[in-house]
T-cell receptor, first 114, second 114 residues
Framework: AQSVTQLGSHVSVSEGALVLLRCNYSSSVPPYLFWYVQYPNQGLQLLLK??????LVKGINGFEAEFKKSETSFHLTKPSAHMSDAAEYFC????????????FGQGTILTVHP | DAGVIQSPRHEVTEMGQEVTLRCKPI?????LFWYRQTMMRGLELLIYFNNNVPIDDSGMPEDRFSAKMPNASFSTLKIQPSEPRDSAVYFC????????????FGSGTRLTVV
């Protein structure tokens, strides 16, 4: 069975600093991996996804993630944090079935300080 | 497309009352998922449907919870009778039958049972 571990339930950075949110997965099949963002009082929004076309994936709002098979990781990064990036971020892995049932991590709350 | 539409956005009800949450998936999506989100337990998958048929309801916490999908454009999640511990944000999501597609989430219904 697939699983996702997000290291750090809370991450705090200063505005302009590097954002690094960690995600490790376990999967018995080649994984499809996703990052979602949830702003306060909103639903989850797809940020980016890895689907085996390229290991470095670019998403919306300047975020990107790199798939590293040897490390079973899919960490999310952004070179320079903005106040508007404050939100909760979820990593998810597809179970590889035909319908792509997702298993979500526990989420990481990103706080951005001025 | 208007996205996944959930109603109501907020619901406050008294313990013991019946509560019905509604969801309209994206047209053409053949998978529909109901999630519950709480601070303590994070995102929990309650049930999902394929082509209006319930596939896995193992996440439904108790017999007080029931879900239906009478047609491709509408689903309900009912709690009867409601209890304070049911207070949470309930999300509906829909997806296509593709392993790398990901989910589109609604904005959620915030349920408070007093």
């Amino acid at each position: 069975a697939q699983s996702v571990t997000q290291l750090g339930s809370h991450v705090s950075v200063s505005e302009g600093a590097l954002v690094l949110l960690r995600c490790n997965y376990s999967s018995s099949v080649p994984p499809y991996l996703f990052w979602y963002v949830q702003y306060p009082n909103q639903g989850l929004q797809l940020l980016l996804k890895y689907t085996s076309a390229a290991t470095l994936v670019k998403g919306i709002n300047g975020f990107e993630a790199e798939f590293k098979k040897s490390e079973t990781s899919f960490h999310l990064t952004k070179p320079s944090a903005h106040m508007s990036d404050a939100a909760e971020y979820f990593c998810a892995v597809s179970e590889g079935t035909s319908y792509g049932k997702l298993t979500f991590g526990q989420g990481t709350i990103l706080t951005v300080h001025p | 497309d208007a996205g996944v539409i959930q109603s109501p956005r907020h619901e406050v009800t008294e313990m013991g009352q019946e509560v019905t949450l509604r969801c309209k998936p994206i047209s053409g999506h053949d998978y529909l998922f109901w999630y519950r989100q709480t601070m303590m337990r994070g995102l929990e998958l309650l049930i999902y449907f394929n082509n209006n048929v319930p596939i896995d309801d193992s996440g439904m916490p108790e017999d007080r919870f029931s879900a239906k999908m009478p047609n491709a454009s509408f689903s309900t999640l009912k709690i009867q009778p409601s209890e304070p511990r049911d207070s949470a944000v309930y999300f509906c999501a829909s997806s296509l039958n593709r392993v790398n597609y990901g989910y589109t989430f609604g904005s959620g219904t915030r349920l408070t049972v007093v």
